[in-house]
């Protein structure tokens, strides 16, 4: 008697040896849809995405689009500027303001950065050694930076006030007379400098600081039974070993001092004349500081910010690069 059983292996025994499972067409291996795995990453990835979209890409596209019309308020507004090409940056690079703001710029950016980064480092070694105050130390040379910068650019105005602030009141205790820091062009670019090197030491205490953690007590230790001094330990353990995060903490100030707007907005306007004039203060006054705004010209010069800022970007990497392939 035949059962049902026989009946069905009967049935998957037709096709021949090596045909009981029938093979999938090659289109359908190709056509198989995402399983659980890429479906989570592609939902995982979706927000940066968007959010790189939405708040980098399109602005940067759209800064784009400004600098290359000719866009006034009315324009703005019913956006039907005229396409001017490369009419804004023409007028960029032939203006008599552009030598000095490229200059104004990059003095205010190197010097504040060469000591933004010395002290942040020295107050980072120091505090690398436990002693009893130390945490409420840090804690208290954080404070300029959890304040907000108008609060800090304004009372470094107070100070530095010609008429009756306190640092020409504490030089006049020692016969030194009225320096016009903030109005005349000779001190005014040196002024706010220092007040942007005081707001961003915290910024690099914090990040050496958390470099010289990940550096074992160690090598400290071997280096000192082999009779080497606090200095000549900085040199060959601290300084070498800490590179990895010091240039990043130099990128990020970089980035961060080229864009600086309100310190120098604040006690200065750019002034006097334009002593004080960045290249991110003429792209602010053209747009927003005069009360005729004109966006493109402003837009342009952001636009070459962030070109200055990319390239020392990708030379960084291509540093860092290097630095790994040995």
Request: net charge neutral; no cysteine.
């Amino acid at each position: 008697m035949t059962t049902l059983a026989d009946t069905k292996a009967g049935r998957g025994s037709t096709g021949g040896a090596g045909s009981d499972v029938p093979s999938a067409p090659p289109e359908k291996l190709r056509r198989r849809r995402p399983h659980g795995a890429q479906w989570a990453a592609i939902g995982f990835a979706a927000p940066l995405l968007a959010y790189l979209a939405m708040f980098y890409a399109y602005p940067l596209w759209r800064n784009i689009d400004l600098s290359t019309h000719d866009y006034n308020i009315r324009a703005f507004v019913q956006g039907d500027a005229d396409f001017v090409g490369w009419q804004n940056y023409a007028e960029i690079f032939s203006s008599s303001l552009f030598a000095q703001a490229l200059a104004n710029t990059a003095f205010f950016t190197i010097v504040s950065i060469a000591f933004q980064f010395s002290l942040g480092l020295a107050l980072a070694v120091f505090f690398r050694n436990y002693f009893p105050l130390s945490a409420p130390l840090r804690a208290l040379f954080l404070m300029p930076w959890l304040l907000p910068l108008i609060v800090s650019a304004s009372t470094w105005s107070w100070m530095l006030n010609s008429e009756n602030g306190i640092v020409n009141s504490f030089l006049g205790a020692f016969g030194i007379g009225q320096i016009n820091w903030l109005t005349s062009p000779e001190t005014a670019l040196l002024s706010v400098t220092l007040a942007n090197i005081w707001l961003g030491i915290p910024f690099n205490l914090v990040i050496l600081y958390s470099g010289l953690q990940n550096i074992p007590d160690d090598v400290y230790e071997a280096a000192s039974l082999d009779g080497a001094g606090a200095w000549r330990q900085f040199w060959s353990i601290t300084f070498p070993l800490l590179r990895p995060v010091s240039a990043i903490t130099l990128l990020l100030g970089l980035v961060y001092t080229l864009k600086v707007v309100d310190v120098i907005w604040v006690m200065t306007a750019g002034g006097p004349g334009s002593s004080t004039t960045t290249l991110a203060i003429w792209s602010y006054r053209e747009a927003f500081g005069t009360g005729q705004p004109d966006f493109s010209p402003a837009a342009a010069v952001g636009n070459i910010l962030i070109l200055v800022a990319l390239l020392f970007g990708v030379l960084h990497l291509q540093l860092q690069r290097r630095q790994e392939a040995r």
